[in-house]
């Protein structure tokens, strides 16, 4: 494990965002859902790609706020353009279970 400094670490820009669409996504090599999160008025609506399927059917992701990082350069995954990392534990299986503030907060609220 690499060791960070504090300077880096501030410059990861982690938001709480809410989930507004969650679609099946054949196209990526590992299955996944195309994402569009609510960041708020600052940030917008930013698209994402999740590895997540084993766990969340798309339609229950709706509404579901998450923790992602919004300042990483996009990538291109299949025909998506992802804006955006969502974050989450990963289990030795390679089960994903998302980061999620404890009670509703804003969208856009930075994570500290």
Not at 53 to 74: C, D, H, M, W
Not at 101 to 111: D, T, Y
Request: charged fraction near 20%; charge should be negative.
């Amino acid at each position: 494990m690499e060791i960070i400094d504090w300077q880096h670490f501030q410059q990861v820009q982690m938001q709480v965002g809410t989930i507004i669409t969650a679609e099946d996504f054949p196209e990526a090599k590992q299955p996944a859902y195309k994402l569009q999160i609510d960041f708020g008025p600052e940030l917008g609506v930013k698209k994402s790609s999740a590895q997540i399927t084993k766990r969340y059917r798309s339609e229950e992701l709706i509404g579901k706020q998450i923790i992602a990082v919004v300042n990483f350069p996009p990538k291109q995954i299949a025909n998506v353009m992802s804006e955006c990392l969502v974050l989450g534990a990963v289990d030795a299986s390679g089960d994903v279970i998302l980061l999620q503030p404890e009670a509703k907060v804003a969208n856009g609220l930075r994570i500290a």
